[in-house]
């Protein structure tokens, strides 16, 4: 008799464990099943801010993988139905599923190995009207379709809840649209994954494409009138918006692990081991939003969503329910995005997140042009670097700039990934041609500055 | 009494020699003089192709350092200064001034230290009619003058003799200009530093811009009529030229090293250590085109001229005639270039300079899009990974692919610096958002699949 692989969530992390275990377990000998409340698989959460913003026009188009190319697979995909509880001991889920008729039947199914890929739900503000028509969240397929459905009548004016890639991503999206937008934000920054002063850059760079950006302004409420938002009410003043968009982060959905008795780290996400394995349960595994990972340069435990990091840990699970080992590697919070002309790209630790792990850190800060400075469109990128005093090790970097410019985090990326001191970096032979860059890359000028205290 | 830096060679390796030393020694300390048998220092060699295509107006734009702003550091520039002879028992240079009038007067200057920086010559082909009107080279200022003068005649034709970095930027510039291309190359492909199947794609790009590559055609003859070339004669066909240029790669400048006794490598260029010092007098350095360098990977010699290695020779010898002990750390030959919309990268060892070097390689051979599939111009692109067979350590990569794709070569180039295997880049933490690249990134699928085998 063959196992039987169950799968509580059907997107980044669900879907690449099902594929990974699938390409290493025959049908014959792994019946795979995936539960999932909604009614997509596999969508790009990270494009919806762009078909809201119209380079995207089609939801099809944000499927990486159909239910269909799955269904090939033999991969069985339960959409509409909900897990509502974990049975350790039995090996059971419990599920609930809308047949369409409003009613719902509950039942029961029995696994050999779990995955719990249940993701991460948008953060909501302790305050009143946020279910008022009008106000959205950035993250399924239906919360874009509303949005864009929201569109049509024509809005005018914006407000944004947050500064985080959300925010910024979809402030240019509204922008696009036409619309007038605010960014209401309770730090004194947007991108508080970034130091204060890379923060600055984005934040004027923001207010120059004609966003009005309120910093240190918690919200404190929505004003409704008839049903809708007409209002996004701060310490700081009443903010008109004919839509509001939350981007305030998410919080890990890890009630129905909790409530089965798995451990629940600091972070609020699920513990697991590198191999994705929960720390009680050998056949129970979780990856992507709903967990905590490990810091690779801190060792320390944190809850970053992101896709990539969601992929890479559904691939690991589903290698070892596969029967090969494999092992998460960490994560350093690598990430790009931008608004507008502005491109932001980190990886690595912060000042912020360096010092709160007990490293001594000296931080370097340069100037540069994305291309040789005499050829057109060079714009210009701020590189800053974190590295560790006593070692010169590279901790962390951060990048600011115009089109061209983010996408070298990814460089940066990997030499901290590889443990290089800067001077080690800085030796590194990096191309060169006048359209790509000038003759040395702002990277290895980081490097060098970094190096040559 | 101070010391005396005597630097035969302006440009990149000679400029950054001379900057570098004066950063550590004050002028009361150490005396600089170069001596420069042309008019200009420090411009970028590499910019002249888009200073011919009209993306630079102005050859002052090309101007890395101008000489007063060297004057100010004490560095003195001798123009149209030819050496003509190293003494090395003496420490002197003979060199030879054109003081204007046409007549030319002779003169030798000691040295404490002796950097020389000559550079490299534009390959000729053993041809006649090289030295007709309307064939031209592109290397110096005057170079790109006199094709810009060309172009104010209204050619129609141009031949382009050479498929490399020069052959194809030079091919972009004139096609911009409006001229008809063809491009003649003796080699079976154009970009002899890829891999055959890297080198189809880009003959392919090239054809589809309308520029007519002739590959395997080694070029017997210029046709000349009153004294103007007017077309370039192969074994195939004579094509039609109202200018025709070389870009047929280049050769170290070693010959008045050699002819002072220093010893001069397999590859023609200048032997020194990795301190840039030449082999038998410790306070003559070389570097630059003129030298042959370390390859990073197989140890062995290579003369690659790129102003990136330039540069930091450059450096590493101002740094240790400067008091600082500083070693080159090798090359692995990275480079990017474009033709139209192809961009083209490379770094470490192609398969041909593998397998030469003895290694056992894979090679793997990815396709992919620039950003998210679903992301507006969302250009294609290829990554070809090069692994040692027995331990899967990256040895080499090579990109082929739309706007955005070539930089993308730098994290490649570092991560094989720092000799990661393929398992292990593919583990590292890259960034990812739609506007970007797909969830992974071509470099991280090109690795995960090598290491997937």
New interface residues.
């Given amino acids: 008799m063959s196992d039987r692989l169950v799968i509580i969530g059907g997107n980044?992390a669900g879907m690449s464990c099902a594929a990974q275990a699938r390409r290493l377990r025959e049908p014959a000998d792994l019946e795979i099943v995936v539960v999932e409340a909604g009614q997509w698989t596999s969508y790009?959460s990270?494009?919806i801010p762009?078909w809201v913003g119209g380079?995207?026009e089609d939801a099809e188009?944000?499927i990486?993988r159909t239910p269909a190319a799955f269904a090939d697979q033999d991969i069985q995909i339960r959409f509409g139905t909900q897990a509502q509880a974990i049975d350790l001991e039995a090996a059971t889920v419990t599920v609930r599923t809308d047949d369409g008729s409003g009613d719902a039947t509950g039942t029961t199914i029995g696994y050999d190995h779990l995955m719990i890929a249940t993701g991460a739900t948008p953060l909501r503000p302790p305050v009143e009207g946020l279910d008022a028509d009008g106000v959205f969240g950035v993250q399924t397929i239906p919360d874009g379709e509303a949005i864009r459905s929201a569109l049509e009548k024509d809005p005018k004016r914006a407000v944004v809840l947050g500064g985080g890639?959300i925010g910024l991503?979809m402030a240019e999206a509204l922008v696009n649209r036409g619309l007038s937008v605010t960014v209401v934000l309770a730090d004194p920054l947007p991108m508080s994954s970034l130091d204060e002063d890379m923060g600055e850059r984005v934040c004027a760079a923001m207010t120059a494409m004609g966003i009005d950006v309120r910093t240190g302004e918690p919200v404190r409420g929505i004003d409704v009138e008839g049903g809708a938002a007409r209002a996004v009410v701060t310490d700081g003043g009443s903010y008109a918006a004919d839509l509001v968009v939350l981007g305030l982060g998410v919080r890990p959905n890890s009630d129905l692990a909790g409530d089965a008795g798995l451990r629940i780290g600091t972070t609020k996400g699920i513990e697991v081991d590198d191999t994705m394995r929960t720390l009680s349960h050998e056949s129970v595994y979780a990856a992507g939003d709903c967990i905590q990972t490990r810091h690779?340069i801190t060792g320390r435990p944190v809850a970053i969503a992101?896709?990539?990091?969601a992929?890479?840990q559904g691939r690991v699970a589903g290698t070892n329910i596969g029967g090969r080992p494999a092992r998460f590697?960490?994560?350093?919070?690598?990430?790009?995005?931008?608004v507008g002309d502005c491109e932001v790209?980190r990886?690595g630790l912060s000042t912020k997140e360096a010092q709160e792990a007990g490293f001594s850190i000296e931080t370097t800060v340069i100037e540069s042009t994305v291309k040789?400075?005499?050829?057109?469109n060079a714009g210009k990128l701020a590189v800053k670097l974190l590295t560790e005093r006593q070692t010169q090790r590279m901790l962390g970097g951060q990048i600011v700039g115009g089109p061209?410019s983010?996408?070298?985090?990814?460089?940066l990326?990997?030499?901290i990934?590889?443990q290089?001191t800067a001077a080690e970096?800085a030796?590194?032979?990096?191309?060169?041609?006048?359209?790509?860059?000038p003759?040395?890359?702002a990277?290895v000028l980081a490097a060098r500055k970094a190096a040559g205290r």
């Avoid at 992101?306 to 990091?309: A, I, N, P, V, Y």
């Avoid at 040789?372 to 057109?376: D, F, L, Q, R």
């Fill in positions: 980044a790009s990270c494009g762009y380079e995207v188009a944000l990486a890639y991503e690779r992101l896709g990539t990091h992929n890479r590697e960490g994560v350093l919070g690598t990430a790009v995005t931008k790209g990886t040789a400075g005499y050829y057109p061209g983010a996408k070298r985090i990814d460089v990326a990997t030499a990934w590889a290089l970096f030796a590194v032979d990096i191309s060169y041609a006048p359209p790509f860059s003759t040395f890359d990277v």
